[in-house]
Every structure is written in C-alpha cells, then in structure tokens.
C-alpha cells in the first residue's frame, strides 16, 4: 500500500514522520492524533496493514470537481478496505463535514467496495489502553529471544505478576528491564494490563489467552 508525499509543511501545520514496525516503513502524518491513531493500528491484529495519504481521487460534489485523499487507508486482514479521516473533535460535529463524509462513503463503497471512517481526537484519546499503547510501542523492535519468550509465557500462564516481578525473571537469564517491555509490546493482545492506562513496574499482569 503506497502513501503519497505530503507537501506544504508550515511552522503552524508541521509533518510529523511516524515510523511503522508492522509496514516496514516511515510515513508522514497531518497531526499529532493520526500519529497516535497511526499506534493503535499498530496493535490492532486486525489490521494486516495501512499507510497514510493513500492516492487521492476526483469527484463531484455540490455541483463542483474535488479532490479527496483520506488521512489512512487500511486493509484488514479478511481483506476489506477502510478509510479512515483524523479530526479535531471540536470541528468533527459539523453538519457539512458529516454530509461530506457521508458522499465521500458512499463513492468508496460503490465504486471500491471500501468504507470511509471518521475518527474524531476525543475517539483516540478517550480509549484508556491508548495510554498502554503509547508507552509500549517504543519497544516494539526490541529483539526477544525465543527462550524469554517461553519463558515470560509459562510464568504469565500459571499466575498474574507484577511487571517488576517479570522484570527480576529476565534480569535472573542476564536480561536487560527493556527486553520485558518490549516481550509485553510484542505480546499485547495476549496480555491483560488489568485496566490500567499509565502502567509501571507495578502493575499487575496475566496471561489473558
């Protein structure tokens, strides 16, 4: 999936890189909240992949020729095709936008069988896990060693442990506190984080698969 090359960068409206573990590549973001969607998507195991300012097209609306490029295109992984537009949840109320969405939507899903998807800042950051997945994703490449892994699995199986706990383990086998994070971001949807969004070595954790 291509994205396109965003141009226009101003000190009041920036480009911000974001760099993608599961694509394999660095794309460039409108805002601080596509940055943040951009890693819940990266968890997402639903999502097989995604890229940002994908092709744009043209079409008619209200009587005039426009150009549309949505803020991430994505392909889950049953192979369906989603759009997704980032907004300010302050603007994301408004009736024009909503009917503007709504024509873009039905263009997408007659013409590519795809689906178009607003998603408002308020809809990123009023999910508390986002907290979790903005702390973890920083340890996403870190390398773990096929033994921890079994390891930190068969532990987490048999009971629920403190981070800390886990931490000690890995320091026991000469590994550094890092590499537990990064087990716990490579794992993720198989581990509980008992509802708490600011994790710490305190937290409370159990194998939830």
Not at 28 to 56: G, N
Not at 132 to 143: A, F, G
Request: proline letters at 2%; a positive charge.
């Amino acid at each position: 999936m291509k994205q396109r090359n965003i141009k226009g960068a101003t000190l009041f409206n920036p480009r911000i890189r974001f760099t993608s573990i599961k694509n394999h590549a660095t794309f460039q973001c409108d805002s601080r909240w596509e940055c943040d969607l951009l890693i819940d998507l990266e968890f997402d195991s639903s999502v097989k992949q995604y890229a940002t300012q994908p092709i744009s097209f043209t079409y008619e609306y209200k009587g005039k020729k426009r150009r549309y490029t949505s803020d991430i295109a994505l392909i889950r992984q049953d192979g369906k095709i989603e759009h997704i537009e980032v907004k300010d949840a302050k603007y994301a109320g408004s009736p024009a936008l909503r009917d503007k969405i709504s024509h873009l939507s039905h263009l997408l899903q007659t013409h590519q069988n795809s689906s178009l998807t607003l998603v408002t800042s308020d809809d990123i950051h009023s999910d508390p896990a986002h907290e979790t997945r903005h702390i973890l994703y920083k340890y996403m490449s870190i390398k773990v060693s096929d033994a921890l892994k079994k390891m930190a699995i068969r532990a987490l199986y048999k009971s629920d442990m403190s981070i800390h706990a886990l931490e000690t383990r890995f320091i026991q086998k000469g590994a550094d506190k890092t590499i537990v994070w990064a087990f716990l971001a490579q794992h993720y949807s198989s581990i509980s984080f008992g509802g708490n969004p600011a994790i710490s070595s305190h937290t409370i954790i159990s194998w939830s698969k």
